[in-house]
């Protein structure tokens, strides 16, 4: 009897612990590489040539894309990876900024 109440304590914190394991939050390395297959899998976004930073949970965004849509498009893309807190969008477009 008391074997089979060890065993099923023990039972229980493994679970737990691989329950908690799982919940652990994914390396920067990790948000990286994930938001930069997101990116260059893209048709509008095209994230071949860009560079994606992360430190902490925040990504940041380096290099040029074609249009604004395609810009801020690469931020909800990045936004939607898991782990990744916030992103800071330094990408630059080719649109020429409309007005006099």
């Known amino acids: 009897m008391i074997t089979r109440t060890v065993a099923s304590l023990l039972l229980v914190f ?5 329950c908690l394991a799982a919940d652990k939050a994914p390396s920067d390395d990790a948000i990286a590489d994930q938001v930069m297959l997101k990116l260059a899998a893209d048709p509008d ?28 498009k690469a ?19 080719g649109d020429k900024p409309s007005g006099k």
């Not at 493994?14 to 691989?18: C, K, N, Y």
């Open 14 to 18: 493994l679970l737990a612990g691989v």
């Open 45 to 72: 976004v095209k994230g071949n040539a860009l560079k994606v930073d992360c430190k902490n949970g925040v990504v940041t965004l380096t290099g040029a894309v074609d249009t604004s849509h395609a810009r801020d």
């Open 75 to 93: 931020s909800k893309l990045a936004k939607k990876v898991k782990g990744v807190k916030q992103v800071v969008n330094n990408l630059t477009s």
